[in-house]
């Protein structure tokens, strides 16, 4: 919303004289640039591409930041504040009917079909690791889901998202309601597609998950640490290399192909349509979507964007 002074300023502006209107390009862009180096003050790790008329920041999220991390997410919340726009992660539409369904067909989501059991999927080397797994444990998934097993392991038992911070959506959503900047998500999936996707898979297309999800629980909590400290570091190979990460990216719905080439393009088409428009654009993107093989940053890049910032392969 314009205030009296800025309204003002604007009139001035649309009369100034040819010198005053030649000199106000260099301020704009020190502008740009301003917020681009209070950004980047906040330690997470984040690419810049310059366009004709602006600039665009994409920050590369963790999910679950530990709390001893060393960012600074004030310098992001500033950097929103000044920002024109903002793009962020958009959460599924689940609807009332979603639920029901869930309800009524749960056991498709949270068991093996029929009689089957893990052993049934697992090569024995597989099935001996998770056997040790739920010795460790006390626990019994023979029945379960190879993916709630993947999941249980992860949040339980490896217990990831445990004693955290804000996530760089968060603190830039907050921050951007605050100061009236306009937020652009993508379209959201249907809950009703999700489940459906879901529910036809095939429960051995959840193996390279588990082993993932096996080999990050094994590994221990330390992992959880050095995950954020190599995110504060800037080091995207190390991130992206640590079990941790690792497991979350092979796990559903990101490894879903279908699911996972529609994500990746609603995220390119998104950053493509901020490039034509004047002023900053911040963009929040998870860092796995950013920085895979094949992800947004590389297909940018093949469309012929320059983008600067750390090494991402």
């Given at each position: 919303?314009?205030?009296?002074?800025?309204?003002?300023?604007?009139?001035?502006?649309?009369?100034?004289?040819?010198?005053?209107?030649?000199?106000?390009?260099?301020?704009?862009?020190?502008?740009?640039?301003?917020?681009?180096?209070?950004?980047?003050?906040?330690?997470?790790?984040?690419?810049?591409?310059?366009?004709?008329?602006?600039?665009?920041?994409?920050?590369?999220?963790?999910?679950?930041?530990?709390?001893?991390?060393?960012?600074?997410?004030?310098?992001?919340?500033?950097?929103?504040?000044?920002?024109?726009?903002?793009?962020?992660?958009?959460?599924?539409?689940?609807?009332?009917?979603?639920?029901?369904?869930?309800?009524?067909?749960?056991?498709?989501?949270?068991?093996?079909p029929d009689d089957a059991v893990a052993a049934d999927y697992l090569s024995p080397d597989q099935r001996a690791r998770?056997?040790?797994?739920?010795?460790?444990?006390?626990?019994?998934?023979?029945?379960?889901?190879?993916?709630?097993?993947?999941?249980?392991?992860?949040?339980?038992?490896?217990?990831?998202?445990?004693?955290?911070?804000?996530?760089?959506?968060?603190?830039?959503?907050?921050?951007?309601?605050?100061?009236?900047?306009?937020?652009?998500?993508?379209?959201?999936?249907?809950?009703?597609?999700?489940?459906?996707?879901?529910?036809?898979?095939?429960?051995?297309?959840?193996?390279?998950?588990?082993?993932?999800?096996?080999?990050?629980?094994?590994?221990?909590?330390?992992?959880?640490?050095?995950?954020?400290?190599?995110?504060?570091?800037?080091?995207?190979?190390?991130?992206?290399?640590?079990?941790?990460?690792?497991?979350?990216?092979?796990?559903?719905?990101?490894?879903?192909?279908?699911?996972?080439?529609?994500?990746?393009?609603?995220?390119?088409?998104?950053?493509?349509?901020?490039?034509?428009?004047?002023?900053?654009?911040?963009?929040?993107?998870?860092?796995?979507?950013?920085?895979?093989?094949?992800?947004?940053?590389?297909?940018?890049?093949?469309?012929?964007?320059?983008?600067?910032?750390?090494?991402?392969?």
């Open positions: 919303m314009l205030t009296p002074f800025r309204s003002i300023m604007l009139c001035c502006l649309a009369f100034a004289p040819p010198a005053f209107a030649q000199n106000s390009a260099p301020d704009v862009a020190a502008s740009q640039n301003s917020i681009v180096v209070t950004a980047q003050r906040s330690g997470a790790p984040m690419w810049t591409i310059d366009t004709d008329s602006g600039t665009i920041i994409l920050v590369g999220e963790i999910r679950a930041v530990p709390k001893s991390t060393p960012w600074l997410p004030d310098r992001l919340k500033e950097a929103t504040a000044e920002s024109q726009r903002v793009i962020l992660r958009a959460a599924p539409k689940f609807s009332p009917g979603d639920v029901l369904r869930l309800i009524f067909r749960g056991g498709r989501f949270t068991k093996l998770l056997a040790a797994l739920e010795a460790e444990y006390d626990v019994d998934y023979d029945r379960r889901s190879l993916l709630m097993t993947s999941f249980d392991l992860l949040a339980r038992r490896l217990d990831f998202d445990d004693e955290t911070t804000d996530d760089a959506t968060d603190v830039v959503r907050r921050a951007a309601d605050r100061a009236d900047v306009p937020i652009t998500r993508p379209e959201r999936f249907r809950g009703e597609d999700l489940l459906d996707n879901l529910a036809e898979a095939d429960p051995a297309s959840h193996i390279p998950c588990l082993e993932a999800a096996m080999g990050a629980t094994e590994a221990g909590q330390e992992i959880i640490r050095a995950r954020g400290d190599d995110w504060r570091k800037l080091d995207i190979p190390a991130v992206m290399d640590n079990p941790l990460e690792v497991a979350l990216g092979r796990c559903w719905p990101w490894a879903d192909d279908e699911l996972g080439d529609e994500i990746r393009g609603q995220w390119v088409g998104m950053i493509t349509d901020a490039s034509r428009e004047p002023g900053v654009t911040l963009a929040v993107v998870p860092l796995r979507v950013l920085a895979e093989e094949g992800g947004v940053l590389d297909l940018l890049e093949q469309e012929g964007f320059v983008i600067g910032g750390p090494v991402w392969r």
